[in-house]
T-cell receptor, first 113, second 115 residues
Framework: AQSVAQPEDQVNVAEGNPLTVKCTYS??????LFWYVQYPNRGLQFLLK????DNLVKGSYGFEAEFNKSQTSFHLKKPSALVSDSALYFC???????????WGAGTKLIIKP | EAQVTQNPRYLITVTGKKLTVTCSQN?????MSWYRQDPGLGLRQIYY???????DKGDVPEGYKVSRKEKRNFPLILESPSPNQTSLYFC??????????????FGSGTRLTVV
């Protein structure tokens, strides 16, 4: 069965420092991986996805994510955090043979000035 | 502006009183879906629709109904709401069930409280 885990409920980072939001997954086949961001009182916004190809995927707002097949991970990263990056981040996964999208529980990212 | 519009944004209702949450998209997307978001549980899919008159159950369909009579609209119906349906609801659409090249577009959410 497919599953996705975001092991940290909350991540605190100082402005200007690099940030990482972790995501690990479990699928039987090849994974399709997604990151979405949710700002307060807003719907989710698509950040980036990995389907195939280069393991480093670049997305919106300066975010990137690295697909690591051996560690079954897809961590979200940004070299220099902004206070405006503070939001709730969701990782999602599906198998290439299964249309069902499974969502992580979300990680609250807090960037302190 | 390309968007998914949900109404209402906030709703407080009483147990058993039928309600409908509307969802409309202006992007000519084939795929639409309803999710509920609860703390610590992420998003759980309620129903989805691949196209007009084609709907199917997601992970948590009990207590909900949907219809897709037009491509742009996908209302969520709670025939007899109960307190355990208190949640934040999101409608989403996409060119494909897989999310297409731009992922899913989400509405701003409907916060429902059933007392």
């Amino acid at each position: 069965a497919q599953s996705v885990a975001q092991p940290e409920d909350q991540v605190n980072v100082a402005e200007g420092n690099p940030l990482t939001v972790k995501c690990t997954y479990s699928v039987s086949g090849n994974p399709y991986l997604f990151w979405y961001v949710q700002y307060p009182n807003r719907g989710l916004q698509f950040l980036l996805k990995y389907i195939t190809g280069d393991n480093l995927v670049k997305g919106s707002y300066g975010f990137e994510a690295e697909f690591n097949k051996s560690q079954t991970s897809f961590h979200l990263k940004k070299p220099s955090a902004l206070v405006s990056d503070s939001a709730l981040y969701f990782c999602a996964v599906r198998e290439d043979s299964n249309y069902q999208l499974i969502w992580g529980a979300g990680t609250k990212l807090i960037i302190k000035p | 502006e390309a968007q998914v519009t949900q109404n209402p944004r906030y709703l407080i209702t009483v147990t058993g009183k039928k309600l409908t949450v509307t969802c409309s998209q202006n992007m000519n997307h084939e795929y639409m879906s309803w999710y509920r978001q609860d703390p610590g549980l992420g998003l759980r899919q309620i129903y989805y629709s691949m196209n007009v008159e084609v709907t199917d159950k997601g992970d948590v369909p009990e207590g909900y109904k949907v219809s897709r009579k037009e491509k742009r609209n996908f209302p969520l119906i709670l025939e007899s709401p109960s307190p355990n349906q208190t949640s934040l609801y999101f409608c989403a659409s996409s060119t494909q069930r897989t999310g297409g090249s731009l992922g899913y577009t989400f509405g701003s959410g409907t916060r429902l409280t059933v007392v």
